[in-house]
């Protein structure tokens, strides 16, 4: 779940962090616990560690990362190793590299067991590059052995930028550009709009599954890597919880989505009850459209402490408890007295779902019906979302009705697995759905 940005430029006049930066802090929501942000000019500048964006890449900082390119992320992974996205490699050939999604494995490489990820991965790049005369043909065909979901964005020590999508699409890239003289290449659309501009929304707005990218100095044009999945396979948890409302995945608008969730949520989990309250941030766009179709009415319900915190992604369940108890305080007159439609946008342990229907209970609330705007999440990603092991899973041990008793809400429901293709819109074929049937597409 990583968030990814490279901002190229064709004039070297250009200081190009605070772009950057701004680039990751539209894209905050996909990662809270490190950032780094990479600078090329006479040299590769870099600024990356815990914590969020605006802690990490502080004023002070981004003034000392020199040059007119960049590359960065944010991620919700808390790294134990120096081995920290942006990667640089320095030999055979200078760069430095961002990942979002997973490499499952890799042609003509053994995995070393005894390392980490970022290791294996600079490792494999290094042995890869070793007799490659050209750095930007030996990146690519690096990627062209890799296997996996993920996204790319490299930066080369002599002004190349290339950015790509594996063969299958799980994971978004989207471009834009900054007047007549950059492009911008990053995870969503939402950081595209904040820094510059979209491109026309068209198939053009986004790196294709399988393609390639390449900026240099003096062109750019696409390639492609060899077609080695029978089908595309977008992650359907974008659309459901990690991309940002505003943005737009696959050319396909996440709000739009969202919307229609909530409808069929009002069409397949109709309950009679007094209001209709969303989680915030994600699900508040389900619970306005569940309004609107059940003409049950909407109202807030909770008001938010300090920073948006997404208290699911957090890396521990203390830290998802507290997330959840700190940052939502519920409105007593909202809810005293009256039978509530809880919408939530998924439901992974229970704990933080059960606390929030506890909370709920405690100002009052006469009942808790809890509707949920994805099917049951049954199965680990192996492709880097950030989903628990597989005995954790509430979803997949327990039916609504037991889960109902176990976070003490009178009734609840998931949204059906044809529930959500549908409101994606997208053919099922086309979407990877495998964290809620346990089928993950694999490239041949």
Not at 3 to 24: A, M, N
Not at 319 to 335: D, M, P
């Amino acid at each position: 779940m990583t968030g990814l940005i490279g901002v190229y430029v064709f004039d070297e006049r250009w200081k190009i962090s605070s772009f950057g930066k701004y680039g990751l802090l539209a894209l905050q929501h996909r990662g809270q616990e490190n950032a780094g942000l990479l600078t090329l000019g006479d040299r590769f500048y870099e600024c990356k560690g815990k914590g969020w964006v605006e802690d990490v890449v502080t004023e002070s900082k981004a003034k000392d990362l020199r040059g007119h390119l960049c590359l960065g992320q944010v991620s919700p992974y808390e790294q134990e190793t120096e081995d920290t996205q942006p990667l640089v490699l320095k030999k055979p050939k200078e760069l430095a590299l961002v990942l979002d999604g997973r490499i499952t494995g890799i042609e003509d490489y053994m995995w070393d067991k005894t390392l980490g990820y970022e290791r294996n991965i600079l490792n494999a790049l290094e042995f890869h590059l070793q007799g490659e005369g050209d750095v930007v043909e030996g990146v690519k065909s690096f990627f062209a052995h890799c296997r996996g979901g993920y996204a790319f964005i490299v930066l080369t020590i002599d002004g190349a930028m290339v950015a790509g999508r594996d063969a299958m699409g799980v994971k978004p890239l989207s471009l834009g550009k900054i007047g007549f003289d950059g492009g911008i290449v990053a995870s969503e659309t939402c950081a595209t709009d904040t820094i510059g501009e979209r491109m026309p929304v068209s198939p053009a707005e986004n790196i294709a599954p399988g393609e390639i990218r390449v900026f240099t100095p003096l062109s750019a044009y696409t390639t492609h890597l060899p077609v080695r999945s029978p089908r595309t396979a977008h992650c359907s948890f974008e659309y459901v919880y990690l991309a940002r409302p505003d943005s737009y995945i696959n050319d396909t608008a996440v709000y739009k989505v969202r919307k229609a969730i909530g409808r069929k949520l009002a069409e397949e989990g109709a309950a009679d009850t007094d209001v209709v309250i969303g989680v915030p941030e994600t699900a508040i766009p389900f619970a306005l459209s569940y309004s609107a179709e059940s003409g049950i009415p909407v109202e807030r319900g909770f008001e938010q402490t300090g920073r948006r915190v997404r208290s699911a992604i957090k890396p521990t369940q203390l830290e998802r408890l507290k997330g959840v108890q700190l940052k939502l305080n519920v409105i007593s007159e909202a809810v005293k007295g009256k039978r509530i439609i809880l919408i939530d946008d998924s439901v992974v342990r229970g704990n933080t779902l059960a606390n929030i229907v506890y909370l709920m209970k405690e100002k009052g609330a006469k009942e808790v019906h809890v509707r949920i705007g994805s099917p049951a999440i049954v199965s680990h990603c192996p492709y880097g979302t950030e989903v628990p092991p597989e005995d954790e899973l509430i979803g997949r041990h327990l039916n609504e009705e037991k889960i109902a008793e176990v976070v003490g809400a009178d009734t609840f429901h998931y949204l059906t697995l044809e529930g959500l293709v549908e409101s994606i819109d997208v053919p099922r074929n086309s979407l990877c759905l495998g964290c809620f049937t346990g089928e993950y597409p694999e490239e041949a």
